[in-house]
């Protein structure tokens, strides 16, 4: 049996900055993967789409999605599963989070924006009507604090509560220091954009694609996705 293509789906944005970072990131699988098909497809806003995507690789071959999302929230555990069912031979992986090297990238954002010991962290996630997914965020949150050895709130942008804007404001009343956003969320976009308006003036990290090469550990985490459910 040939090996699965490898088939990555993202939510899709309409912003270009947001296209660009997660192309580069497919693109950096890709080349670690000489010998497998990668693809990009996307499950909302942009095309392709699952299906459309799916039908761009042969019939004969078994293919991976692997959701380039960082909770297994609505699109994970539905709408993939039911664009996708159509097709033999096709299995779903858990989406990216959580996941330690995502711990690694929001530390290495939040370095680039710079934090005293003394701040605190909000960590902006964007929010689900599926409380599993809210779970996992805070699961993230909750790893992150850890590793600065410091309380991590958490701001949602929608679907649940606290907002972010109500979480900051929380945060800053009780701080010793400033407030500092931790972003988490995959690329540019509208999300972000919203991060920025609710942080009320707090300096906010960026996303965990940008305009910059993809982390090495993003890459592994989407090519170990991918093997595990290939296996």
């Known amino acids: ?17 947001g296209q660009a970072s997660v192309s580069a990131l497919v693109a950096a699988v890709a080349a670690r993967l000489p010998d497998e098909i990668v693809r990009l497809g996307h499950v909302d806003v942009q095309q392709p789409d699952v299906a459309a995507s799916l039908a761009a690789i042969p019939d004969q071959r078994p293919v991976v ?46 370095d680039a924006v710079g934090h005293a010991p003394e701040d605190a962290i909000v960590i902006a996630v964007a929010g689900s009507s599926d409380e599993r997914a809210n779970d996992d965020c805070r699961a993230i949150a909750r ?4 590793r600065l050895g410091a309380d991590v709130s958490v701001g949602f942008l929608a679907a649940t509560e606290p907002r972010l ?67």
Do not use: C, N, W
Not at 143 to 146: D, F, I, M, N, V
Not at 198 to 221: H, I, T
């Open 65 to 110: 999605i692997v959701p380039l999302l960082l909770s297994a929230g609505y699109h994970v555990r539905v709408d993939l599963k039911k664009q996708s069912a159509g097709r033999e031979g096709v299995t779903v992986a858990p989406a990216l989070g959580p996941d330690p090297r995502l711990v690694d990238v929001l530390v290495a954002r939040l």
């Open 143 to 146: 790893e992150l604090g850890e």
């Open 1 to 17: 049996m040939s090996t699965p293509a490898l088939l990555s789906i993202s939510h899709g944005t309409g912003s270009p900055a």
């Open 165 to 231: 804007d109500t979480a900051v404001a929380s945060a800053r009343a009780t701080a010793d220091g400033g407030v500092v956003v931790a972003t988490y969320l995959l690329a540019p976009g509208y999300f972000h954009d919203l991060a920025v308006r609710l942080a009320d003036g707090a300096p906010v990290a960026r996303p965990l694609l940008d305009a910059d090469e993809p982390a090495p550990g993003l890459v592994e985490l989407v090519i170990d996705r991918y093997r595990t459910a290939a296996r």
